[in-house]
């Protein structure tokens, strides 16, 4: 008895048809055989098991083999009869596919995949605190670094680093100035000798290429000396291969006492999070009083765009909306065939065929066109994959962690199979299950009527979808093109792209002369300099509390009046101050900015409060009309422009413009610096421009998404007018010919047309202006400055798809009533 | 237009559509009688289960080889449930056409080892 229940339930894996055909003489026959197979004792019911399940499971199988090929048959012989939609289609099908690819790739590489230090724990930086733009060290002073490292209760094995540049021979040596805790936090071990020890004053550990060009991979590198910045250091250990992200280096030197300042970094205690890192650092700058603003920051996000996994988010919503629309047009595709099916439908559903075949049959064609799609995507991903990382390495990705191990693999394969089998099912079902569920006697009627099934609604509302999608998507691309390029057309950048930027580490005393100093140099050079404390558009300047109306954040920044003299500052009011005025301390001079300009007015006093608490007054003796200074600020934040006199930092920038010849600048710019007394701590030089486009890459790319995503919108947009436009000429053919025949023109034709899509395509419209409109929920770094750049956005998108819609209505149109009868009377 | 019958299309057999076709050549069978006769007649070397069974009834009643029957050869004795079949002329020809090609192989392979035998002798 529970036997035969068992087989009655086994016999669900055969065809449902097969099933009603056969299943009661099949149960009949498994009795019979069970009986027999009892009578012959134990050993002959334990055989008959085995024997009956292979039988059932190859039976199964061969059954459902045969209706899958009958059924490819059939879909393959009808897309051969439509060749040019078909091969269209599954090539704007390939190509979403392909993108939805390469872009799960790249997301899986940079957000997801863990790092090689990752697998006993998530490593902790600390990096400067910005709205947006990189992400980059916070280099913090030794002191409180130590003492964090002593008190922290969120961090273990805390370790500080500073990177250096320096040539030995003919190497161009990359390195860092490390505590021994830094490269066993990354899980290093040593090919020869040993790791970094905490007694180790002056000792390094050397990377493979180092190893191979200088020692030529001889194991007496061990033991041997090498100079960096004039003093001798010994390698007491050799790694085989160089440490993954961030650390790709050549030489990792112990830390000395003179390293004043630290990157610092740690592995989070288990439990902790990165708000409690923050919550932890916060404590302890303000029981020091000190200033040192840090964020914490998950450590293979260094160097990366904030607004990266944005970017990466944001594409991958383009183009899994694109690929929606290839499945509309797909699905567009599919109710042509299941009205030319319908008749053989109706009567297989009449003679019994279950609703499930029948979806089956009806899905095979759109499951073939994403095979073949999915499979012509596949080179084209790897194509996209391998270019991408190729030509992504000036956007500076090649420093992202992560980065590496982007690639066109296995997983890749398995992503391709999962969305073009998804694509299949979302294209191909709904038409089918809509021709499964109609009444086949309702279905017989109509065609015998001369009447099609009509798809109208579901038609229609695929017309809007793609409407909508083609006018949001150019919308999304012209506006946020616009915004980059009012965001950096900022006179400041024109002024400042060709410039070095000298990064000075100021000694304790008299840094203020030395900056003096430098500036008169390359003033008296005929070089005129600018100095700043937070360079515009690579840092956001520091906040400090001001005393109004209980207190509120301000952003300040030290700088020297040249500042003012680049062309997009305005003056509202006052002048900026005097070379003497800059030395005032009580109180001292500012200027602040338009934002700033109703509370305080020139004459006025701003109370800024200190870190400890003390006031410091500024008397405003300028207000100035300031242009971005932060292409992730749409508009200008409140900032006062302090001296930078008075300023008490460890850090200063110099930046020096330059027109003709570069390296010439470059050469004088460090020639200002070296002739300073006392000698600095240290300074770095830097293409200025350069840096700002790095810091803009996270947008270049955003943009260079939604243009990509806009151009596969608009031609699925095209597709499926077409489409609609076919079908409805199609099923309207004679009353179209009549009306021809009546008298009406190509114009009346086209405004009959117009007519049955206007709604979907109003609605559609209206939908991707609301959805423009949700552009505002997105972060303050990335939401355009809306007004007239964003309504003509808006407007531009619209005029797009309304031109392509008119004139391919247009067309399809024209030849509908040329090929009428009554036109060709009338020609 | 009608396509035209070609025997030679449908081989070669498998052997369990063989056997059933063999099987019916002598009359109405219904399903669990032509697995008897088959196991019988191999001695249980093709015990045909019920998905290989009818998955090759079905084959054979698709491609016309052979029809289900309302003749019922001994009513009185049987589940009048059970479903017969029969040939049709198409699969009398089609196994007329099989046997000849298993004749003629047979043929072959007797002709080639007769001097083989004798050599050894």
Redesign the interface.
Known sequence: MIAQWFYGRLLAL?PTE?RR??A???????R??WVEARRRGLLGAAAFWP??I???A???F??HY?IAAQDLRSAEANLRRQPVSTASLIILLSLTIAGNTALSIFAAGLIFRKLPFESTGRLVFFAKPRAAGAIEWQMLPRDIAEKFRQTSQTLDALAFQSDFRETLGDFQAHGWFVTPSALTNLGIAPALGRLLRADDDDAAVIGPRLWQSRYQRRPSAIGSVIQLFGRNYRIVGVLEDSPVFPFDADIWASRSAQNVSAGVFGRIKPGKTLHDVQEDWTALRQRSGGPWPAQAEWLRNAGQDSLLKFTLWCGIAAFALVLLLACADLACLQFGYVLRRQREVAIRVALGAPRGRIVRFLMTESLVIAVVAGALSVPVTAFIVTQMHARLDWWGMTKLAGWPAVRFDGSALLVTVAIALASAAAAGFMPAWRMARESPWHILAEHRNGQALRFGRLRLTLLGAQTAAAILAVALALGFSAESKRRLDSPVIQALSQSWRANLRLPNEKSVQLVEGIVQRLESAGQPAIVIGAPPFLDEPPAMEYDHRGGASIRYQFVNTRFFEIAGFRWKAGRAWQEEEGKLTHPMVGVVNQALAGKFPVGSILRLINPNGNPAPVRIVGIVEQPLLDQYRPAPTPLVFLPYQRATVDFMNVIAPFRGDALRAKQSLANAIRQGDPPLRGYSIQDYGARIADNWSGWLVLVTMLWIAGAFALALAATGMAAFLIQTFLEHRQPVALRCALGAWVRNVWVWVSRQARVAMLTGAAAALALWGAVLLLPAAMVPAFGIPAVLAGAAGIAVVAGLWGAMSWFVSRRAASQSLAESIRG | MKHRFEPEDLLPLSSAHFEILVCLADGER???AI?REIAERTSRRL?????????A???LTGDGLIEESDHRPEAHLD?E???YYRLTAEGRTVLKAEAARLRSLVELAESRSVPARARRA
């Open positions: 055969y097969f055909e056969y009661a003489e099949m149960q009949r026959q498994f019979d055989d024997h009956t292979a039988d059932l190859l039976a199964a061969q059954l045969e | 219904h399903g669990y697995k015990d045909l289960g019920p998905g290989s069974l009818y998955g009834i079905k084959k589940d449930r059970r479903r």
